[in-house]
């Protein structure tokens, strides 16, 4: 299955996890970005934390003065990625992810905004 992603601006967390149904009983979903200026990760979907991550690339990652930047001017967003990663495993149990009570599955666009899409997989047990 793939997922197709619109995202607004150059960062931009959206949760995807109402996207993500899973279609077998018992087992593993995965979820992939095969994008090198994004990521995937899981997380609490409360807008202050969201603000604090976005905040958190910034300063670990600023904007500029990088050697790849001579090309497109976006080597902080392939930096970004590679910290985020580019996909979540979930165990799925009676056809539900075995998320916990506050955790989300995100889309991390790093480079927008865009179409993307994430690649979905689910392994049966």
Known sequence: ???KILTKS????????SKLKPTIKNGILL???????TGLF????EPNLLKDIKKMLEKLVPQGGWAHDYQEGNADAHLRGILLGSSVVVPVS???LNLGTWQSIFFAELDGPRERNIIVKEIEA
Do not use: F, G, Q, W
């Not at 899981?42 to 979907?45: A, T, V, W």
């Open 1 to 3: 299955m793939e997922i």
């Open 10 to 17: 150059r960062v931009d967390l959206v949760d995807i996890t």
């Open 31 to 37: 979820a992939y970005t095969p994008h090198t200026t």
């Open 42 to 45: 899981i997380n609490e979907n």
């Open 94 to 96: 009676s056809s539900k």
